[in-house]
């Protein structure tokens, strides 16, 4: 009986083939943190503060290159579009007679084009940002644990970097000789 009983608490006991990995993994996390509270002492508190800082900036700067990257991919869609308006207005401002209606033209033509090309930035980026999304969705819900604070990161990224490209490129359009 005392024999049967104890088989069946073995059985039990003993790790499966898949939890084996796992089992070893947690195992050698556990005692490299025993190891390193014995080196470090008082300092281990220190230590982990520092290390979790570290790890919380390369998380934040891989969401916010991941940001930009797919900001800049979205900008490409358009980049041609937006550079050959610069240039027709740049062009436009050389020549020497204009009138105030040649001049109304113009700002019409620069209005419908940024129009155009805001509308073909947002699309592509609303494209972009629903495949990433779509990603985040097809994985086990294990790994979706931080899912709402990482894509509010990355939405707020997105948004902090279009605002640098508008700070960058609205002085071009609004130091346009048509605006004077």
Not at 156 to 175: C, D, E, H
Request: proline share 3%.
């Amino acid at each position: 009986m005392i024999k049967k009983k104890f088989n069946e608490l073995v059985k039990k006991l003993t790790p499966k083939k898949e939890n084996i990995r796992p089992l070893i993994t947690s195992a050698v996390i556990t005692l490299f943190f025993f190891g390193a509270y014995y080196v470090l002492g008082n300092r281990f508190g220190e230590f982990m503060t520092i290390a979790t800082m570290l790890l919380l900036a390369v998380m934040l700067a891989i969401i916010v290159l991941m940001a930009e990257f797919l900001v800049l991919k979205s900008l490409f869609v358009v980049a041609a579009e937006l550079s050959l308006l610069i240039f027709l207005a740049e062009s436009y401002c050389n020549v020497p007679n204009r009138l105030a209606l040649n001049n109304e033209a113009m700002k019409n033509l620069l209005l419908i084009g940024l129009l155009y090309i805001t509308f073909l930035f947002c699309r592509s980026l609303y494209e972009a940002l629903r495949d990433y999304y779509e990603k985040i969705e097809d994985q086990p819900k294990e790994k979706q644990k931080g899912k709402v604070g990482g894509i509010a990161l990355f939405l707020i990224f997105t948004g902090l970097f279009i605002y640098q490209i508008y700070l960058a490129v609205s002085p071009i359009v609004l130091n346009l000789c048509v605006y004077k």
